[in-house]
């Protein structure tokens, strides 16, 4: 048993343990190194002139060491969603109306806003949306009803391009260059930009279909999300499932799969895995996939209801305009009549004689039954506004609204 331990090898051997060696620890001198300070000059000319020779033959094969690759430096690809969505080139998948356009502008959207993500952080930064299934319109009435009047100024749409070779590749490219904080750009869908010909499902084609794109998102330090469709064979493996042959997700750094059991399901698996992503599956709760379809649909609600609502309010406004007058007379009366109500017997007393030093004056005294009534007021048996309209009405005058 000891002898089978010491002949087991450890790729990383724990640094300190017996018969283990750091891989730090290393000669001070290389013997390439103790070599080449003897050479004489001519011999390390050779040697140069021996090496541009083997790198300009058709044969020659670029090789690194693994000391060589250690002691490099990579630097990581850029994130767009931390510990989901990286620089590259990924594939979107799921069946026909199962929701990947809904997520895709829920995607867009936060990450031009930098928005979380289903707990996700997102690196804010432009994105280019071909939505080249859709239109303006159905674009707009889209984007309005999951995010109202909260617009930004870092997504942009295109409902048309170029197929790859024969210029969309450019035109991604001057994209890029006039927009240098490009983080996604998200093509939905794949077959709207796919060369058409005979050999376009073979996995030769597949796979140089995803290797254009991929070259052009690493050269460009950007994430390219192609939305694409599942088959509707069963497959044992649930990437399997994805339309077209295995060349797509061979030669793509990553792929999602959305998947609902039934397609009015609201709750949702959302299936990733990748060459650097740990494979994981998310589940989308009704609450985190319609909660946005939930306020459409109320939005749809309202905007149908809207127009018997204004109606009324037109209703209502035209007939607060014929009663409006006799509405604010009344009010002020009964607010005229409240403030004498409060008087004092004493000041009630000077308000009466005072009225009847007016009436005197324009030919007009009181009748016996305002004088009656005033004097009931004047001993709080009853309100001014009583006195008053009762006085109104034997003159003929109305409030013009009845109580």
């Not at 649909?297 to 209801?305: G, H, T, V």
Request: with cysteine; net charge neutral; aromatic share 8%.
């Amino acid at each position: 048993m000891d002898r089978l331990q010491e002949k087991t090898t450890a790729p990383y051997p724990p640094v300190g343990a017996d018969g283990g060696q750091s891989l730090s620890q290393k000669p001070n001198q290389s013997i390439a190194e103790g070599v080449t300070e003897h050479k004489p000059p001519e011999r390390d000319l050779e040697e140069i002139l021996r090496q541009i020779s083997r790198v300009n033959d058709p044969a020659y094969l670029p090789t690194v060491s693994m000391n060589d690759l250690y002691e490099q430096v990579y630097p990581g690809r850029p994130p767009v969603v931390d510990g989901l969505l990286y620089a590259g080139t990924y594939l979107f998948v799921g069946a026909p109306k199962v929701g990947k356009s809904f997520l895709m502008a829920q995607l867009a959207y936060h990450v031009s806003m930098g928005l979380s993500l289903w707990g996700y952080e997102v690196r804010q930064g432009t994105v280019l949306y071909l939505a080249l299934e859709d239109n303006h319109r159905r674009l707009q009435e889209r984007l309005y009803r999951m995010f109202g009047v909260e617009s930004t100024g870092n997504l942009f749409f295109a409902i048309g391009a170029k197929q790859l070779g024969g210029g969309l590749e450019e035109q991604l490219k001057g994209f890029v260059r006039e927009h240098t904080d490009t983080r996604l750009i998200i093509i939905d869908t794949l077959q709207k930009i796919r060369e058409t010909g005979d050999e376009r499902y073979s996995y030769a084609s597949d796979y140089e279909v995803i290797t254009k794109l991929k070259r052009f998102a690493d050269a460009s330090g950007v994430c390219v999300l192609l939305v694409h469709h599942t088959r509707k064979q069963q497959a044992d493996d649930r990437f399997d499932k994805i339309s077209g042959t295995n060349g797509l997700m061979g030669a793509a750094d990553g792929a999602f799969l959305l998947q609902k059991e039934r397609r009015t399901d609201s709750a949702a698996t959302l299936d990733i895995s990748g060459r650097d992503l740990q494979d994981q599956r998310l589940y989308l709760k009704k609450d985190e996939v319609d909660r946005v379809s939930e306020q459409l649909r109320l939005r749809k609600q309202y905007e149908a209801e809207l127009p018997k609502v204004n109606s009324r309010l037109s209703e209502l406004e035209q007939a607060a305009r014929l009663i409006g007058h006799g509405l604010d007379r009344r009010l002020l009366l009964q607010k005229l009549g409240a403030g004498m109500d409060m008087l004092s017997a004493d000041q009630k007393g000077r308000c009466i004689s005072f009225a009847d030093a007016m009436n005197a004056i324009e030919g007009v005294p009181a009748s016996a039954q305002t004088s009656k009534g005033l004097a009931d007021w004047q001993a709080g048996k009853t309100s001014y506004l009583s006195v008053f309209e009762a006085t109104l009405r034997r003159y003929g005058f109305g409030t013009g609204v009845q109580p």
